[in-house]
Nanobody, 124 residues
Framework: VQLQASGGGLVQAGGSLRLSCAASGRTFSSYVMGWFRQAPGKEREFVAGVSRSGGSTYYADSVKGRFTISRDNARNTLYLQMNSLNPEDTAVYYC??????????????????WGKGTLVTVSS
């Protein structure tokens, strides 16, 4: 599967953005999907994961209550709604797919497919 993330940009602290990740192919619904991010000078970190059906989600503590991950299997698209953004959310955001995951506590090593990142910059 090929993934393409979009929707990044510059936003003021307290603002919102919605990221999208378009997937190619007919097997999108068979993948557990996740969002990761990498801030300047830091390692890439997990942000959120969603089950194959979209019925279950899991979040990093740093974004819980502010971000919402969702998916539309009919449109082969993954989303990340980000609210109450703060400068610490500034990072390149990546979507990724895992065909075999049994947990939504995803890590880099288990993700098989990655999209090119989209940059989110939050100004103070």
């Amino acid at each position: 599967v090929q993934l393409q993330a979009s929707g990044g940009g510059l936003v003021q602290a307290g603002g919102s953005l919605r990221l999208s990740c378009a997937a190619s192919g007919r097997t999108f619904s068979s993948y557990v999907m996740g969002w990761f991010r990498q801030a300047p000078g830091k390692e890439r970190e997990f942000v959120a994961g969603v089950s194959r059906s979209g019925g279950s989600t899991y979040y990093a503590d740093s974004v819980k209550g502010r971000f919402t991950i969702s998916r539309d299997n009919a449109r082969n698209t993954l989303y990340l709604q980000m609210n109450s953004l703060n400068p610490e959310d500034t990072a390149v955001y990546y979507c990724a797919a895992n065909p075999t995951a049994r947990s939504l506590q995803l890590d880099d090593y288990g993700m098989k497919y990655w999209g090119k990142g989209t940059l989110v910059t939050v100004s103070s």
